[in-house]
């Protein structure tokens, strides 16, 4: 069966580094050591609503008559949202049948049935403390136990990699098809360095991630890179044998997502 995945590299995501980039596997396999841009700032991560609530929103923007609804439930980072790529994100919402969701800290998963499919959205507290979406995807494992050692493994080899500026290892623990791995090699590795969040991982070596839970197909990390600073890692499963990468990891990064 054919997977379907709401490519978020299309929504527009400047803020990101997440337009669709072209370019071969080549390119330096090291990440510069240099970096830019704002952090997110903010207090709280509590977050204002109950998985009921996001499956409720969910929902109404699957039936709502207009765009707004859909485009609103977007994380902040991917900005304003096209009309073609909020068409895709309904298509892929669907009836949003049978729904259920779970909440693990600042990381929700919603499964629920489309078109005879199941599919996850899979979603990240947002700085107005609300989950909004990351990226919607078949559902493929999410039913089964979280393989956290694996995630977690993975998680701590992202971070050090970042660090680093270990490229090598960086291509191997990150989705090429969804998210910061889109693109080139090298394309990619330059992304990654003009991150906010890899400047303070640079700052502070002893940043771990740390584990909020999951299921069998996504788990998520938490990263307390300053007081004011957190983010929400967003990792996933692949099939190592689709990956570009020799030596691919079975569990990858997604995003990096600001919480506050």
């Known amino acids: 069966m054919r997977r379907s995945t709401v490519r978020l590299a299309v929504v527009g995501a400047a803020a990101l580094g997440l337009a669709a980039c072209g370019g071969g596997n080549g390119g330096d396999s090291r990440l510069p050591t240099a970096a830019r841009g704002a952090a997110p700032t903010g207090a709280s991560t509590q977050p204002l609503e109950r998985v009921e609530d996001v499956i409720a929103r969910l929902r109404g923007a699957a039936t709502a008559e207009s765009c707004e609804a859909v ?11 096209s009309d ?10 669907g009836e949003l049948g049978d729904p259920r969701g779970e909440i693990h800290g600042t990381g929700a998963v919603v499964s629920y049935t489309a078109s ?11 700085a107005d403390r609300h989950f909004h979406v990351d990226f919607i995807d078949d559902a493929t494992g999410g039913s089964g136990p979280l393989a956290a050692a694996g995630f977690t ?8 990699a970042m ?6 290892t960086f291509l191997r623990h990150v989705h090429r098809s969804i998210g910061l791995g889109v693109g080139g090699d090298g394309v990619v590795c330059r992304r ?13 070596p002893g940043i771990l991630p740390e584990p909020l839970g999951g299921n069998g197909q996504v788990a998520f990390f938490r990263l307390r890179t300053a007081p004011d600073r957190l983010y929400t890692m967003v990792m996933t499963t692949q099939d190592p044998r689709a990956a570009r990468v020799p030596g691919a990891s079975r569990y990858v990064l997604v995003n990096a997502l600001p919480a506050q």
């Open 153 to 160: 493994a993975s998680a701590r080899r992202v971070v050090r």
């Open 163 to 168: 660090q680093r500026g270990d490229c090598d």
């Open 84 to 93: 073609p790529a909020c068409l895709t994100v309904r298509s892929m919402l």
């Open 116 to 126: 005879g499919r199941r599919r996850i959205a899979v979603l990240a507290l947002d």
């Open 192 to 204: 990654v360095t003009d991150e906010p969040i890899r400047r303070e991982l640079v700052a502070d």
């Open 71 to 81: 485009k609103g439930l977007m994380h902040s980072l991917y900005g304003e949202m």
